[in-house]
């Protein structure tokens, strides 16, 4: 080895600068390892994989966790997994493990389930991963494939790498071999050797004809009205996030932009929350837009900060994918790109708008101007979307209440509204599943137990495709912490009587 990392024990820097100093050297201790991004080290932190920064400073424990991290993963190891095992190590073993000298497995330590198995992470095959007996196979498969799903998107956004048959994910590969299993014990043959077509087929929901699992259609099967992938938007849902990250708030965030933007946000000092704010609205408010409009935007709110982030990180130019013969046509509703449906007819892709799904005439499109921009699909799936049931029961609170303190994004998203301070908070939710639901609030509420009366609306969409969503719901949630659930359209009565 011709490097010799104890010469950085006294190092320190900013994010930028590990950043960089990483990509120097991991390439050094790991042949064919690439550079890492900035987006790369913001996601293990929102996993865990490297603990937080002192202040904005960086340090040697957090050099030797990203380079340990960077060669577990060459040898096959997951995001998930690193998280579990790395994150409480001295600085020494990890550096040792980086360098190749000691074993993962044996500087770290395994699960008891494995360790005492002598196996390796891609060692554990199907039967110790199956000795769990509060995880079902189906319910295992299904989490593995939203693990595949995540890792696989991720390697687009991050790396610019389309996933192949020759190139799976490990945890994609993992899970489509547990599917396999599954098919097996049912007499039937293995539907899951494409990679292509079990991706396609994570577009429906599990409980649909085309899943040929007998599994996934049994009573006792709580996951059968999710899918993992945004058909429209091509990215994972809200519900294959939840079920990839075990449920942490902060992870689904962290993914999808939530980090950098507090990060920016935080420069503003006194002024943060109100930064915030104005950026998650302008964002409600524009599914397109252009450059100087978001320029503008920015000037406007003393944000000069914020005009790059919305640039590049939010929002893309508009690909001729987007384009229907070469002009843009928007939902009259929402504003949102529509997508042709028929000869003549287009239909809007947000789950949240009154017209999603409805045939929509193309009239009224337009060439896009040079500088037009769109929300990147995620981000019009995790932001705007949600923000039309957001933006609606915000501004009928501020008509129908002008008495009452009415707050959009509260203390930069403690809740999605709150009324008169603390007295009430609102967060509105668009989960598929009131099970994958109910299990999140199980294990926190977040900042929404700030509130005296803590309610979560869940968006109608969804309660019309799952008539017993609240109820069932109500069934789940066993946390201890009083919720009051309602629909979003049972908060706006609300607000109306409040009159």
Partial sequence: MNIELSQYSEWSGSQDELV??????????????????????????????????????????????????????????????????????????LIQVAYGEIEADAAIGLSASTASQGLTPNEVNDEAINVDPELPLPE?????????????????????????????????????????????????????????????????????????????????????????????????????VELASGGSEANIKEQFSFELLTQLCSGFGTQKHRVYTSVRRFIGEKPVTTGREIAAHAKEHAMAKIEQFLSREVYSPIGSHILID????????????????????????????????????????????????????????????????????????????????????????????????????????SYSSPYLLANTLNRTIGRLNRYAKKIIAVSDTSISRHRDYLATLKRYYNNEIPIEFMSVSGVKNMIRSER
């Fill in 20 to 93: 960089a100093l990483v990509g120097e050297l991991s390439p050094l201790l790991i042949p064919g390892d690439q550079p890492i991004t900035k987006r790369t080290l913001i996601y293990y932190r929102g996993k865990g994989v490297i603990s937080p920064a002192n202040g904005k400073k960086y340090g040697y424990l957090h050099l030797a966790q990203c380079l340990a991290a960077r060669k577990l993963i060459s040898h096959g190891w997951t995001v998930s997994q690193l998280a579990q095992l790395i994150a409480n190590v001295d600085e020494w073993t």
């Fill in 140 to 240: 295992l498969a299904v989490q593995m494939l939203a693990i595949g799903v995540c890792d696989s998107f991720n390697r687009v956004i991050d790396e610019h790498k389309i996933v192949n048959g020759n190139d799976i994910p490990f945890n994609l590969k993992r899970a489509m071999g547990l599917l396999g299993r599954l098919c097996i014990e049912e007499g039937k043959e293995d539907s899951f050797a494409s990679i292509h077509d079990t991706l396609a087929l994570c577009k429906l929901p599990f409980n649909d004809t085309s899943w040929p699992l007998s599994a996934f259609k049994d009573a006792s099967f709580e996951l059968g009205s999710v899918n993992l992938i945004d058909r429209d938007h091509r990215c994972p849902t809200q519900d294959c």
């Fill in 326 to 429: 070469e002009r843009l046509y928007l939902c009259p509703k929402c504003g949102a790109p529509i997508r042709k449906a028929e000869e003549k007819l287009g239909k809007c892709t947000i789950k949240q708008c009154p017209d999603y799904g409805k045939h929509i005439p193309l009239i009224d499109g337009r060439k896009p101007e040079a500088d037009s921009l769109v929300l990147k699909p995620h981000l019009l799936s995790f932001w705007f979307g949600p923000s039309i049931d957001e933006l609606a029961v915000y501004e009928l609170a501020k008509k129908l209440l002008p008495e009452a303190e009415i707050q959009l994004y509260p203390e930069s998203d403690a809740c999605d509204i709150s009324i008169d301070g603390y007295d009430i908070g609102i967060d509105i939710k």
